[in-house]
Protein backbone atom coordinates (compact mmCIF):
# COMPACT_ATOMS: atom_id res chain seq x y z
CA UNK A 1 0.00 0.00 0.00
CA UNK A 2 1.20 3.55 -0.74
CA UNK A 3 -1.85 5.80 -0.89
CA UNK A 4 -0.68 9.91 -1.73
CA UNK A 5 2.32 10.71 -3.53
CA UNK A 6 4.70 13.50 -2.73
CA UNK A 7 2.62 16.34 -4.80
CA UNK A 8 -1.04 14.36 -3.25
CA UNK A 9 0.81 15.20 0.41
CA UNK A 10 1.69 18.51 -0.60
CA UNK A 11 -1.50 19.20 -1.96
CA UNK A 12 -3.51 18.31 1.28
CA UNK A 13 -0.77 20.73 3.17
CA UNK A 14 -1.60 23.48 0.40
CA UNK A 15 -5.37 23.18 0.45
CA UNK A 16 -5.22 24.42 3.91
CA UNK A 17 -3.82 27.76 3.62
CA UNK A 18 -6.02 30.74 3.52
CA UNK A 19 -6.25 33.75 2.02
CA UNK A 20 -3.70 36.35 2.84
CA UNK A 21 -1.56 33.97 4.75
CA UNK A 22 2.45 33.96 4.60
CA UNK A 23 3.70 30.96 4.13
CA UNK A 24 7.33 29.33 4.71
CA UNK A 25 8.41 26.06 2.95
CA UNK A 26 11.12 23.64 3.98
CA UNK A 27 12.95 22.21 1.51
CA UNK A 28 11.78 18.67 -0.22
CA UNK A 29 8.18 17.62 -0.19
CA UNK A 30 6.78 21.56 1.34
CA UNK A 31 8.21 23.45 -1.51
CA UNK A 32 5.78 20.91 -4.18
CA UNK A 33 2.96 22.68 -1.93
CA UNK A 34 3.85 26.15 -4.18
CA UNK A 35 2.35 23.79 -7.34
CA UNK A 36 -0.58 23.48 -5.63
CA UNK A 37 -3.41 25.19 -7.84
CA UNK A 38 -5.45 26.95 -4.77
CA UNK A 39 -7.87 30.32 -5.01
CA UNK A 40 -5.84 31.76 -1.57
CA UNK A 41 -3.38 34.67 -2.30
CA UNK A 42 -0.05 33.60 -0.33
CA UNK A 43 3.16 35.36 0.21
CA UNK A 44 5.91 32.76 0.26
CA UNK A 45 8.83 33.58 2.52
CA UNK A 46 12.11 32.21 1.89
CA UNK A 47 14.70 32.39 4.86
CA UNK A 48 17.19 34.11 2.67
CA UNK A 49 15.11 37.58 2.86
CA UNK A 50 12.87 36.68 -0.68
CA UNK A 51 9.63 37.67 0.64
CA UNK A 52 7.12 37.15 -2.45
CA UNK A 53 8.54 34.53 -4.37
CA UNK A 54 6.62 33.07 -7.42
CA UNK A 55 6.94 29.47 -8.91
CA UNK A 56 10.38 28.00 -10.25
CA UNK A 57 12.31 29.84 -13.12
CA UNK A 58 12.06 27.90 -16.38
CA UNK A 59 14.76 26.67 -17.74
CA UNK A 60 17.01 28.95 -19.48
CA UNK A 61 15.46 31.94 -17.52
CA UNK A 62 17.00 31.61 -14.00
CA UNK A 63 18.56 34.01 -12.34
CA UNK A 64 21.95 33.42 -10.75
CA UNK A 65 21.57 35.92 -7.97
CA UNK A 66 17.72 34.69 -7.10
CA UNK A 67 17.00 31.27 -5.21
CA UNK A 68 14.53 30.11 -2.42
CA UNK A 69 15.67 28.35 0.97
CA UNK A 70 16.34 25.16 -0.81
CA UNK A 71 18.49 26.73 -3.41
CA UNK A 72 15.79 26.48 -6.32
CA UNK A 73 16.00 29.24 -8.72
CA UNK A 74 12.79 30.88 -8.29
CA UNK A 75 10.84 33.99 -9.86
CA UNK A 76 9.70 37.26 -7.87
CA UNK A 77 5.71 38.20 -8.09
CA UNK A 78 5.49 41.92 -8.14
CA UNK A 79 4.42 42.44 -4.55
CA UNK A 80 7.94 41.10 -3.81
CA UNK A 81 10.85 42.51 -1.58
CA UNK A 82 14.36 41.23 -0.45
CA UNK A 83 15.80 42.12 3.45
CA UNK A 84 18.66 40.42 4.41
CA UNK A 85 19.15 37.60 6.62
CA UNK A 86 18.48 38.86 10.83
CA UNK A 87 15.36 41.01 8.96
CA UNK A 88 14.10 38.07 7.04
CA UNK A 89 14.39 36.16 10.86
CA UNK A 90 12.93 39.08 12.49
CA UNK A 91 9.67 38.51 10.58
CA UNK A 92 9.93 34.78 11.54
CA UNK A 93 10.59 35.58 15.09
CA UNK A 94 8.31 38.24 16.12
CA UNK A 95 5.44 35.67 14.66
CA UNK A 96 4.55 37.25 10.92
CA UNK A 97 4.70 33.56 9.51
CA UNK A 98 1.02 32.35 9.54
CA UNK A 99 2.49 28.89 8.80
CA UNK A 100 6.10 26.74 8.30
CA UNK A 101 5.50 23.68 6.22
CA UNK A 102 8.30 21.22 6.75
CA UNK A 103 9.76 17.66 6.89
CA UNK A 104 10.47 16.03 9.75
CA UNK A 105 11.83 12.35 10.75
CA UNK A 106 9.29 11.73 13.26
CA UNK A 107 6.52 13.71 14.73
CA UNK A 108 4.99 12.46 18.19
CA UNK A 109 1.65 12.81 19.00
CA UNK A 110 2.48 15.87 21.69
CA UNK A 111 2.91 17.76 19.01
CA UNK A 112 6.66 17.58 19.27
CA UNK A 113 8.68 16.82 15.96
CA UNK A 114 12.23 16.00 14.91
CA UNK A 115 13.97 16.89 12.04
CA UNK A 116 17.35 17.74 12.47
CA UNK A 117 19.56 14.99 13.58
CA UNK A 118 19.56 11.33 12.57
CA UNK A 119 20.63 8.56 15.50
CA UNK A 120 24.15 8.17 15.87
CA UNK A 121 25.31 11.56 13.47
CA UNK A 122 27.63 13.75 15.42
CA UNK A 123 26.27 17.01 13.15
CA UNK A 124 22.82 17.86 12.25
CA UNK A 125 21.23 20.25 10.11
CA UNK A 126 19.14 22.43 11.31
CA UNK A 127 19.15 25.78 9.54
CA UNK A 128 16.13 27.54 10.22
CA UNK A 129 13.61 25.35 11.38
CA UNK A 130 14.25 25.53 14.76
CA UNK A 131 13.21 29.62 14.71
CA UNK A 132 10.49 28.87 12.55
CA UNK A 133 9.45 25.98 14.77
CA UNK A 134 9.65 28.15 17.65
CA UNK A 135 7.66 30.94 16.46
CA UNK A 136 5.57 30.44 13.16
CA UNK A 137 1.95 30.31 14.46
CA UNK A 138 1.22 27.20 12.73
CA UNK A 139 3.64 24.07 12.01
CA UNK A 140 2.41 21.91 9.49
CA UNK A 141 4.18 19.19 8.56
CA UNK A 142 4.68 16.16 5.32
CA UNK A 143 6.41 13.04 6.21
CA UNK A 144 6.52 9.58 4.89
CA UNK A 145 4.17 7.64 6.92
CA UNK A 146 6.29 4.87 7.95
CA UNK A 147 10.38 4.43 7.64
CA UNK A 148 11.65 1.90 4.98
CA UNK A 149 11.57 -0.83 6.96
CA UNK A 150 8.06 0.04 7.87
CA UNK A 151 9.17 1.29 11.56
CA UNK A 152 6.66 4.00 12.33
CA UNK A 153 7.42 7.79 12.56
CA UNK A 154 4.25 9.11 14.03
CA UNK A 155 5.40 8.10 17.87
CA UNK A 156 3.59 8.99 21.14
CA UNK A 157 7.11 10.70 21.74
CA UNK A 158 10.05 11.42 19.65
CA UNK A 159 12.87 9.31 19.99
CA UNK A 160 15.81 11.73 17.78
CA UNK A 161 16.72 15.01 19.08
CA UNK A 162 13.57 17.44 19.20
CA UNK A 163 13.47 20.36 16.68
CA UNK A 164 10.74 22.04 19.32
CA UNK A 165 7.94 21.10 21.33
CA UNK A 166 4.48 20.93 20.91
CA UNK A 167 4.09 23.29 18.15
CA UNK A 168 2.73 20.84 15.55
CA UNK A 169 -0.52 22.02 14.49
CA UNK A 170 -1.48 19.14 10.99
CA UNK A 171 0.56 16.12 9.71
CA UNK A 172 0.39 15.37 6.54
CA UNK A 173 1.44 11.78 5.38
CA UNK A 174 0.88 9.03 2.29
CA UNK A 175 -1.78 7.44 4.43
CA UNK A 176 -3.85 11.00 5.31
CA UNK A 177 -3.97 14.18 7.19
CA UNK A 178 -3.57 14.08 11.07
CA UNK A 179 -3.41 15.96 14.16
CA UNK A 180 -1.83 15.57 17.02
CA UNK A 181 -3.85 15.76 20.39
CA UNK A 182 -1.82 14.62 23.08
CA UNK A 183 -1.74 10.88 23.46
CA UNK A 184 -3.24 10.19 19.87
CA UNK A 185 -3.31 11.41 16.74
CA UNK A 186 -6.85 12.46 15.40
CA UNK A 187 -7.54 11.29 12.27
CA UNK A 188 -8.90 13.99 10.01
CA UNK A 189 -8.73 13.04 6.41
CA UNK A 190 -7.67 9.40 5.29
CA UNK A 191 -5.75 8.80 1.79
CA UNK A 192 -7.61 7.05 -0.92
CA UNK A 193 -7.44 3.03 -0.85
CA UNK A 194 -5.85 3.20 2.61
CA UNK A 195 -8.18 1.54 5.27
CA UNK A 196 -7.96 2.58 9.26
CA UNK A 197 -6.53 -0.70 10.53
CA UNK A 198 -3.38 -0.80 8.07
CA UNK A 199 -3.21 3.38 9.44
CA UNK A 200 -3.13 1.92 13.26
CA UNK A 201 -0.56 -0.91 12.89
CA UNK A 202 1.60 1.50 11.18
CA UNK A 203 1.41 4.54 13.88
CA UNK A 204 3.45 4.47 17.48
CA UNK A 205 0.15 6.20 19.13
CA UNK A 206 -3.33 5.53 19.11
CA UNK A 207 -5.29 7.35 16.58
CA UNK A 208 -8.75 8.38 16.61
CA UNK A 209 -11.03 8.46 13.55
CA UNK A 210 -14.30 10.45 13.31
CA UNK A 211 -17.66 9.03 12.96
CA UNK A 212 -17.83 9.94 9.80
CA UNK A 213 -14.03 10.08 7.83
CA UNK A 214 -13.56 12.16 4.94
CA UNK A 215 -11.55 10.73 2.39
CA UNK A 216 -8.87 12.92 0.73
CA UNK A 217 -9.48 13.51 -3.19
CA UNK A 218 -6.48 12.65 -4.70
CA UNK B 1 38.64 66.41 1.03
CA UNK B 2 38.91 63.03 -1.05
CA UNK B 3 39.57 60.10 1.05
CA UNK B 4 41.53 57.08 -0.66
CA UNK B 5 39.56 54.18 -2.29
CA UNK B 6 39.33 51.05 -0.69
CA UNK B 7 39.87 49.11 -3.57
CA UNK B 8 42.91 46.67 -3.62
CA UNK B 9 44.26 45.04 -6.77
CA UNK B 10 43.93 41.03 -6.23
CA UNK B 11 42.40 38.89 -3.94
CA UNK B 12 45.61 37.30 -2.31
CA UNK B 13 46.12 41.20 -1.61
CA UNK B 14 42.27 41.46 0.07
CA UNK B 15 43.16 38.82 2.38
CA UNK B 16 46.55 39.65 3.34
CA UNK B 17 47.45 39.42 7.16
CA UNK B 18 45.02 37.39 8.41
CA UNK B 19 46.60 35.91 11.77
CA UNK B 20 46.13 32.21 13.38
CA UNK B 21 43.44 32.16 15.37
CA UNK B 22 40.72 34.48 13.79
CA UNK B 23 37.65 34.63 13.43
CA UNK B 24 36.15 34.75 9.44
CA UNK B 25 32.58 35.06 8.53
CA UNK B 26 31.76 33.74 4.97
CA UNK B 27 28.63 35.51 3.93
CA UNK B 28 26.34 33.68 0.90
CA UNK B 29 23.40 31.51 1.29
CA UNK B 30 23.22 28.33 -1.32
CA UNK B 31 25.18 30.04 -4.24
CA UNK B 32 23.99 33.78 -4.46
CA UNK B 33 26.28 36.02 -2.09
CA UNK B 34 29.34 33.48 -1.92
CA UNK B 35 32.64 34.81 -1.36
CA UNK B 36 34.21 31.86 -3.48
CA UNK B 37 36.91 34.16 -4.65
CA UNK B 38 38.37 35.18 -1.32
CA UNK B 39 37.74 31.67 0.41
CA UNK B 40 39.73 30.11 -2.60
CA UNK B 41 42.65 32.80 -1.93
CA UNK B 42 42.27 32.40 1.72
CA UNK B 43 43.57 28.48 1.20
CA UNK B 44 46.65 29.87 -0.40
CA UNK B 45 47.54 32.35 2.87
CA UNK B 46 49.27 30.10 5.66
CA UNK B 47 46.45 31.52 8.58
CA UNK B 48 46.08 28.36 10.57
CA UNK B 49 43.29 28.00 13.84
CA UNK B 50 40.84 29.92 12.29
CA UNK B 51 37.39 29.79 13.51
CA UNK B 52 35.16 30.05 10.52
CA UNK B 53 31.45 31.45 10.71
CA UNK B 54 28.93 30.67 7.86
CA UNK B 55 25.44 29.35 6.88
CA UNK B 56 27.31 25.69 6.28
CA UNK B 57 30.24 24.21 6.18
CA UNK B 58 29.86 23.88 2.00
CA UNK B 59 27.06 22.42 -0.50
CA UNK B 60 26.60 18.36 -1.21
CA UNK B 61 26.55 19.37 -4.66
CA UNK B 62 28.58 19.17 -7.65
CA UNK B 63 31.09 20.84 -9.26
CA UNK B 64 32.42 22.06 -5.96
CA UNK B 65 32.56 25.24 -4.92
CA UNK B 66 35.64 26.83 -2.73
CA UNK B 67 33.88 26.57 0.54
CA UNK B 68 34.51 26.19 4.77
CA UNK B 69 35.34 22.08 3.60
CA UNK B 70 38.71 23.15 1.46
CA UNK B 71 39.55 24.90 4.44
CA UNK B 72 39.21 22.04 7.10
CA UNK B 73 40.84 19.60 4.45
CA UNK B 74 44.14 22.04 4.53
CA UNK B 75 43.93 21.67 8.48
CA UNK B 76 43.74 25.49 8.32
CA UNK B 77 40.39 25.29 11.17
CA UNK B 78 40.13 24.95 14.51
CA UNK B 79 35.98 25.31 14.85
CA UNK B 80 33.09 26.03 12.68
CA UNK B 81 30.04 27.92 13.70
CA UNK B 82 27.40 27.01 11.28
CA UNK B 83 23.59 26.38 10.83
CA UNK B 84 24.36 23.34 9.27
CA UNK B 85 26.96 20.88 10.46
CA UNK B 86 25.58 17.55 8.17
CA UNK B 87 23.60 18.32 4.97
CA UNK B 88 20.70 18.90 4.80
CA UNK B 89 19.31 15.41 3.14
CA UNK B 90 20.89 13.08 5.90
CA UNK B 91 21.61 10.95 2.78
CA UNK B 92 23.97 13.46 0.98
CA UNK B 93 27.70 13.30 2.94
CA UNK B 94 29.40 16.98 3.40
CA UNK B 95 33.47 17.07 3.00
CA UNK B 96 33.73 18.54 6.20
CA UNK B 97 31.87 15.89 7.87
CA UNK B 98 34.40 12.99 8.18
CA UNK B 99 36.46 15.82 9.76
CA UNK B 100 34.12 16.40 12.38
CA UNK B 101 33.36 12.62 12.70
CA UNK B 102 37.25 12.12 13.10
CA UNK B 103 37.38 14.84 15.91
CA UNK B 104 39.64 16.92 13.76
CA UNK B 105 38.06 19.77 13.63
CA UNK B 106 35.01 21.87 16.26
CA UNK B 107 31.95 22.90 15.69
CA UNK B 108 29.42 25.19 17.20
CA UNK B 109 26.00 24.37 15.72
CA UNK B 110 23.26 27.12 15.61
CA UNK B 111 20.02 27.56 14.21
CA UNK B 112 20.31 29.83 11.30
CA UNK B 113 17.89 32.64 12.90
CA UNK B 114 19.82 32.66 16.32
CA UNK B 115 23.42 32.73 13.98
CA UNK B 116 22.00 35.90 12.24
CA UNK B 117 21.12 37.81 14.86
CA UNK B 118 23.99 36.81 17.08
CA UNK B 119 26.20 38.82 14.53
CA UNK B 120 23.57 41.30 13.80
CA UNK B 121 24.23 41.46 17.72
CA UNK B 122 27.79 41.82 17.64
CA UNK B 123 27.29 44.59 15.16
CA UNK B 124 24.77 46.71 17.49
CA UNK B 125 26.82 46.64 20.49
CA UNK B 126 24.59 44.60 22.01
CA UNK B 127 26.28 41.50 23.81
CA UNK B 128 23.39 39.19 24.28
CA UNK B 129 19.52 38.68 23.75
CA UNK B 130 16.96 36.63 24.60
CA UNK B 131 15.44 34.15 21.73
CA UNK B 132 12.89 31.49 22.06
CA UNK B 133 14.15 29.08 19.27
CA UNK B 134 15.56 26.33 20.64
CA UNK B 135 14.17 26.41 23.73
CA UNK B 136 13.28 22.84 25.43
CA UNK B 137 16.49 21.29 22.66
CA UNK B 138 19.48 19.32 23.25
CA UNK B 139 20.71 22.96 21.80
CA UNK B 140 19.59 24.29 25.25
CA UNK B 141 20.67 21.98 27.79
CA UNK B 142 22.23 23.66 30.66
CA UNK B 143 22.60 26.87 29.27
CA UNK B 144 20.99 30.11 30.89
CA UNK B 145 16.73 30.89 30.41
CA UNK B 146 14.60 33.22 31.28
CA UNK B 147 10.64 33.97 31.40
CA UNK B 148 9.24 36.76 29.44
CA UNK B 149 5.26 37.45 29.67
CA UNK B 150 4.99 33.77 30.42
CA UNK B 151 7.12 32.26 27.63
CA UNK B 152 10.67 31.11 28.15
CA UNK B 153 13.96 32.41 25.97
CA UNK B 154 17.31 31.38 25.99
CA UNK B 155 19.86 33.74 26.33
CA UNK B 156 22.54 34.03 23.03
CA UNK B 157 25.83 36.17 23.19
CA UNK B 158 26.82 38.19 20.16
CA UNK B 159 29.32 36.86 17.67
CA UNK B 160 32.04 39.31 16.83
CA UNK B 161 34.13 38.93 13.96
CA UNK B 162 37.71 39.73 13.41
CA UNK B 163 36.91 39.62 9.47
CA UNK B 164 33.99 39.29 7.05
CA UNK B 165 34.33 37.81 3.69
CA UNK B 166 31.49 38.90 1.56
CA UNK B 167 30.15 39.48 -1.76
CA UNK B 168 28.45 42.65 -3.52
CA UNK B 169 26.90 43.51 -6.65
CA UNK B 170 27.99 46.61 -6.77
CA UNK B 171 30.30 49.46 -4.55
CA UNK B 172 31.88 52.47 -4.77
CA UNK B 173 35.18 53.76 -3.58
CA UNK B 174 33.91 54.41 -0.14
CA UNK B 175 32.57 51.25 0.06
CA UNK B 176 29.15 51.66 -0.13
CA UNK B 177 27.47 48.50 -1.46
CA UNK B 178 24.63 47.43 -3.57
CA UNK B 179 23.29 44.02 -3.54
CA UNK B 180 20.80 41.98 -5.93
CA UNK B 181 17.92 39.74 -5.10
CA UNK B 182 18.91 37.09 -2.18
CA UNK B 183 22.40 37.68 -2.82
CA UNK B 184 22.44 39.94 0.29
CA UNK B 185 21.51 37.21 2.88
CA UNK B 186 24.01 36.82 5.85
CA UNK B 187 26.66 39.61 4.02
CA UNK B 188 25.36 43.12 5.78
CA UNK B 189 25.74 41.75 9.07
CA UNK B 190 28.79 39.55 8.25
CA UNK B 191 29.98 42.71 7.76
CA UNK B 192 29.31 44.70 10.66
CA UNK B 193 29.82 41.88 13.22
CA UNK B 194 33.19 42.46 12.00
CA UNK B 195 36.48 44.55 12.41
CA UNK B 196 37.53 44.21 8.88
CA UNK B 197 35.14 43.75 5.83
CA UNK B 198 36.47 42.25 2.77
CA UNK B 199 34.89 42.12 0.14
CA UNK B 200 34.64 40.44 -3.87
CA UNK B 201 32.93 42.67 -6.15
CA UNK B 202 31.10 41.99 -9.43
CA UNK B 203 31.30 45.19 -11.01
CA UNK B 204 34.32 47.53 -11.64
CA UNK B 205 34.01 49.73 -8.96
CA UNK B 206 32.18 53.33 -9.07
CA UNK B 207 33.42 56.54 -7.78
CA UNK B 208 32.49 57.61 -4.67
CA UNK B 209 29.02 59.28 -4.95
CA UNK B 210 27.39 57.30 -7.58
CA UNK B 211 24.89 56.11 -6.00
CA UNK B 212 22.03 58.23 -4.54
CA UNK B 213 22.33 57.72 -0.46
CA UNK B 214 18.81 56.85 -0.16
CA UNK B 215 19.71 53.55 -1.98
CA UNK B 216 22.78 52.11 -0.45
CA UNK B 217 22.41 48.19 1.35
CA UNK B 218 25.58 48.55 3.43
CA UNK B 219 27.50 52.12 4.36
CA UNK B 220 31.05 52.13 3.27
CA UNK B 221 32.38 52.86 7.41
CA UNK B 222 31.58 49.15 7.76
CA UNK B 223 33.57 48.38 4.56
CA UNK B 224 37.23 48.06 4.45
CA UNK B 225 38.92 46.53 1.29
CA UNK B 226 37.00 45.89 -1.77
CA UNK B 227 38.32 43.84 -5.08
CA UNK B 228 36.44 43.19 -8.09
CA UNK B 229 35.78 39.50 -9.62
CA UNK B 230 37.24 39.32 -12.96
CA UNK B 231 35.24 37.03 -15.55
CA UNK B 232 35.48 33.18 -15.78
CA UNK B 233 37.67 31.55 -16.00
CA UNK B 234 40.42 33.61 -13.71
CA UNK B 235 36.94 34.96 -11.32
CA UNK B 236 34.62 32.48 -9.83
CA UNK B 237 30.66 33.11 -10.30
CA UNK B 238 28.28 30.95 -8.96
CA UNK B 239 27.14 27.94 -11.58
CA UNK B 240 23.81 27.22 -12.35
CA UNK B 241 22.81 23.77 -11.08
CA UNK B 242 20.15 21.40 -10.69
CA UNK B 243 19.10 21.52 -6.88
CA UNK B 244 17.22 18.24 -6.03
CA UNK B 245 14.04 18.38 -4.64
Redesign the interface.
Known sequence: MSGLNRQQMADAIAHRFQDGWIVNLG??IP??CSNTPISADIIYH?????IGYGPLAAPGA??????NA????VT?KPEAA?????D??AI??SGRIDVTVMGA?EVAANGDFANW??AG???????????LA??AKRVFIILEHTQRNGAPRLLAHCAL?????GVVKLVATNYGLFEPAGAGFNLIEIAPGITVEQIRAATGAPVHVPDTLKTISA | MTRGSKEVASFAEAVAGIEDGATIGFGG????GVPFNLMQALQHTGAKHLTCVA?TTG?A?QPRMPDIGHLVERGMVRKVIC????????SDE?P??KY??AGEVE?E??????L??R??AAGAGIPAFY?????????AEGRETRVFAGREYLLEAALPLDYAFIRA?RADAAGNLRF??????????MAMAARVAIVEVENAIEPTGSFDPDDI?LAGIFVHRLVVIPPAPDGI??Q?RE?K?
Open positions: VGTMSENGVEDMHLVGGQHLVVHHASFIRYKVAKGGGIGGAMDACPITAR | FAMPNGAAFTAATRALFTYEALVPQGTAELRTPTAVGTELHRRSQRNFNPVHWPLPR
